[in-house]
């Protein structure tokens, strides 16, 4: 028997993942003119499930927006087309990658502004794992902090995940590893903690968690939001607020979130070692039940996931 080949959903049809060519004078190909998303798949007791698929094609229709992109789709269907992809991929798919980008014209030209250009919208899905690694889950990850610093919010929609916006975390990123560290802290042109390059930041502090207000030039992360619940009904204090670099060398914890990153505490900040070094006990409490509620073991986030079949 043939190895099922991975299938995707493309402007209303599913295809094999392999398929698709890029004309040469696509335009997001060589402007970033495109928007995305990144969302889980996780197994639940009633089969696989997309945690907050709902959440995510709101904001990727709102990204679409922002970059004038016109296309025939709505959030319910896109919610349809995702289940449909993940039934028809690969089985250990966890990853799920909405991409709208514009493309060519009937002109054949090449020009900054898309506005004619054709709109293409896909959903593919991919195997991640766990994004730095099993180990830093519990031992936590190694970061250092990028001398690429944020865009501002007067220079680019921080609420939109672009695709060409994302160049800036791969500098981040690339400058973290080839330091020797497995991600990047990145700083606001104000020199105040941002992002990672693709996650949000919790510090705690006595018992506290603070985190950056979206002034500080970070992304409305859906995974942050979801720690945000799960931390205020656990009894914690959530505290939005401007964090310098020299705070976190001092916090107690410090961990990030985001979809690939799910929930990683960190153990060091350029060379200083946090807290105990490791995962610290409000980290492991919050980081387990974010697990149980992506995992379908808690009742009150059920609403968070959809289920594929």
Not at 194 to 209: Q, T, W
Not at 260 to 281: F, M
Request: one cysteine or more; proline letters at 5%.
């Amino acid at each position: 028997m043939s190895e099922k080949k991975a299938m995707m959903w493309m402007n209303g049809t599913l295809i094999e993942q392999d398929k698709p060519l890029l004309p040469f004078m696509t335009h997001a190909l060589h402007y970033g003119s495109g928007v995305f998303e990144g969302i889980r798949i996780y197994d639940t007791p009633k089969g696989k499930a997309v945690f907050r698929l709902r959440e995510h094609m709101v904001r990727f229709l709102d990204s679409a927006k922002v970059m004038c992109m016109k296309h025939p789709y709505s959030v319910d269907e896109l919610v349809e087309a995702t289940r449909l992809t993940v039934r028809n991929t690969i089985p250990n798919a966890d990853y799920i990658r909405p991409l709208a980008w514009y493309g060519e014209n009937d002109e054949n030209r090449i020009v900054l502004n898309p506005f004619k250009f054709k709109v293409n919208v896909a959903i593919a899905c991919a195997h991640m794992g766990v994004y730095m690694g099993k180990e830093s889950l519990e031992n936590g990850a190694k970061l250092i902090t990028s001398s690429w610093t944020k865009p501002a919010n007067t220079s680019t929609s921080l609420q939109a995940k672009i695709c060409g916006n994302y160049v800036n975390s791969i500098l981040a990123k690339i400058e973290s590893n080839q330091l020797g560290a497995d991600e990047a802290l990145m700083l606001n042109t104000n020199g105040t903690v941002a992002e990672g390059p693709g996650e949000n930041i919790f510090m705690v502090k006595n018992g506290k968690l603070f985190t950056p207000p979206l002034s500080s030039g970070v992304l409305e992360g859906i995974t942050k939001d979801s720690v945000v619940a799960i931390a205020r009904d656990k009894g914690y204090q959530v505290i939005e607020k401007e964090i310098t670099r020299s705070e976190i060398y001092m916090a107690d914890e410090f961990f990030m979130t985001g979809t690939a990153a799910e929930v990683t505490p960190i153990r060091s900040l350029d060379e200083r070692t946090i807290g105990c070094g490791k995962r610290g006990p409000v980290t492991k409490d919050i980081q387990e039940a974010f697990f149980e509620a992506a995992r379908g073991n808690d009742p009150r986030y059920l609403h968070w996931l959809t289920l594929v079949n």
